[in-house]
């Protein structure tokens, strides 16, 4: 029984020390195959990686292309624009910053391995073939090389290629500026192979045609222009060394107007309004619509030129350029039409001067004579009648003398011109006085008497002794008496006399009184000008904004 125990007791031991042995054993085993693992992969990346490449360019000619001797290489592209703009007028031009992505397919890169794409640098490119891809319209085009050559090279398991670089293109964008400032225009980016034809290659998109060229909102802030949209296309080109596939992409660019509307439209506008201001200032106003007409004038000349500025020099008229010549039309034609007004103005004058003067026909006049002064004095009866004759003046004195005072202010000055008069009529042999009215008759015929037999009393006594011995008056006391007595009531007679007397009318000379005014040129100028100027306004935008003007090529 006790060997028996043993035995057993061995047997139990034996087996969990099997038991043991193989949980260790396999322990073991597990640890040696992760460590083997671990030493594996980290052998992959430092030495395989390496060994690799040296077998992709073991024997690889990178001055041929792909599938020399065969097939067609295929190179797919796409454009991301990151920057367009600036867009110059002037130079026809355009600028913009693009990554520049080019995919083939080299057989000859292809490998085996656990990593399906190879990230390599820039240095790697020198090594292998790429498309010799260039810009048939660029100017200007500049690879970015800091802080290092802004490249990207990827090779893939299957041998595709993906090259990436960043270029900026300065490229030409021919316009046709017939229509500036509301034109539109297609400004195209060609590219292709310069040397290989499309028998040993061709381009194509990688993505569908509206896909292939992206240009984020954010990238396109350009200050003169809207980019609208963009196309792409393909043609065939030949020339004397073989046909060649070229790629075209074109950038729709519509002009903003506001620019041109502030510096240049509604000047124009206003400097025509205000040459026609000139027509409502009065056609003697000579310097102040000359000065509207000269000095709107040289604002449309000075518009003209630097409106100019900003353009090429093209040989045809664009939109802008007919209308400032409208507009400088319109001002030319004011500064004529107050040159013309003022011509017939000088004509219409001139013509009233060399008219003869009209005179009024000239009343009949009856003159009254009083002869000599003899009669009065040897009549010997003269004392009573220039008695009863004083009488009749005192009546008619106090009838008149009402009236007399309410139309005519009795001065001094007038009372010495009637004594005047008077004396001057009887100083010499006669003088006249025109009748209007048997009133007026009998009041000259009296006045006349009267003065001759004052004027003549003294001379007749200083003269001769035998004129004094004929007259009534016979002493010096009696005459100065007399010529007293009369000399108040002769005024007052002459004075009535010229208040009687008809006023004669001066012959009516030719004056410019009614030249003034408004001229009839300047009257249909105010209508007519602002009507054909707001006319041409409404024809000219509305054909230059309804026209299409896009320059679409392809898409």
């Not at 260790?24 to 195959?33: D, E, G, I, R, Y």
């Not at 990238?219 to 790629?247: A, F, R």
């Not at 048997?438 to 009393?457: R, T």
Request: with cysteine.
């Amino acid at each position: 029984m006790g060997s028996a125990k043993k035995k057993e007791k061995a047997t139990v031991m034996g087996k969990a020390f099997i038991r043991i042995l193989l949980y260790f054993f396999c322990l073991a085993t597990c640890v040696n195959k992760t460590s083997g693992q671990i030493k594996k992969d980290e052998k992959i990346y430092p030495e395989n990686f390496t060994r690799i490449l040296d077998r992709l360019l073991d024997g690889y000619d990178n001055r041929l292309r792909p599938g020399f001797g065969g097939r067609v290489t295929e190179v797919k592209t796409d454009i991301y624009v990151t920057s367009f703009g600036p867009v110059s007028d002037v130079e026809m031009e355009y600028t913009m910053d693009v990554f520049f992505r080019q995919q083939w397919v080299d057989r000859r890169l292809m490998y085996e391995g656990p990593i399906e794409i190879l990230r390599l640098n820039n240095l790697m490119v020198t090594k292998v073939w790429t498309p010799d891809t260039f810009f048939r319209n660029g100017k200007r085009s500049v690879a970015h090389n800091m802080t290092a050559p802004n490249k990207l090279f990827r090779i893939m398991k299957n041998g595709t290629i993906l090259y990436t670089m960043r270029l900026t293109i300065s490229a030409e964008c021919p316009m046709k500026l017939v229509n500036f400032p509301m034109d539109e225009h297609a400004c195209p980016l060609k590219f292709g192979s310069y040397a290989y034809p499309k028998t040993e290659m061709i381009y194509k998109w990688t993505k569908e045609p509206q896909q292939s060229v992206e240009v984020p909102p954010e990238s396109s802030s350009l200050v003169q222009y809207d980019l609208i949209g963009q196309t792409v296309s393909s043609e065939t080109i030949k020339s004397i060394t073989g046909e060649y596939v070229v790629m075209t992409v074109y950038f729709h660019l519509k002009r903003k107007m506001g620019y041109f509307m502030i510096q240049t439209y509604i000047p124009c506008i206003m400097t025509v309004i205000l040459s026609q201001v000139s027509f409502w200032i009065n056609k003697e106003s000579v310097p102040a619509r000359t000065v509207f007409g000269i000095t709107t004038v040289l604002t449309m000349t000075t518009l003209s030129i630097s409106a100019r500025h900003s353009l090429p020099k093209v040989s045809y008229a664009t939109a802008m350029d007919w209308f400032i010549a409208v507009c400088f039309a319109f001002v030319f034609s004011a500064l004529i039409e107050f040159a013309a007004v003022n011509y017939f103005t000088n004509a219409q004058m001139e013509r009233a001067k060399r008219k003869p003067a009209r005179c009024p026909p000239v009343p009949q006049t009856t003159p009254v004579k009083v002869n000599d002064t003899e009669e009065a004095l040897q009549n010997p009866d003269s004392n009573g009648n220039l008695r009863k004759r004083m009488k009749y003046i005192s009546h008619l004195e106090a009838s008149s003398h009402q009236r007399a005072m309410s139309t005519t202010n009795m001065s001094g000055v007038g009372r010495a011109r009637a004594l005047r008069s008077l004396a001057g009529g009887v100083d010499g042999s006669s003088f006249t006085l025109s009748r209007s009215s048997p009133k007026s008759e009998s009041l000259l015929s009296v006045a006349s008497s009267s003065a001759q037999l004052v004027k003549a009393a003294p001379q007749a006594a200083a003269s001769t002794p035998d004129v004094m011995a004929a007259t009534p008056c016979k002493q010096n006391a009696s005459c100065s008496s007399l010529q007293h007595l009369l000399g108040p009531k002769l005024e007052r007679i002459q004075m009535m006399g010229n208040k009687l007397e008809p006023k004669q009318t001066p012959c009516s000379q030719p004056t410019t009184a009614g030249m003034g005014g408004t001229s009839k040129i300047d009257k249909y100028a105010r209508i007519l000008f602002p009507v054909s100027f707001g006319a041409f306004n409404m024809v000219y935008w509305v054909v230059y904004l309804s026209r299409e003007t896009m320059l679409a090529k392809g898409g």
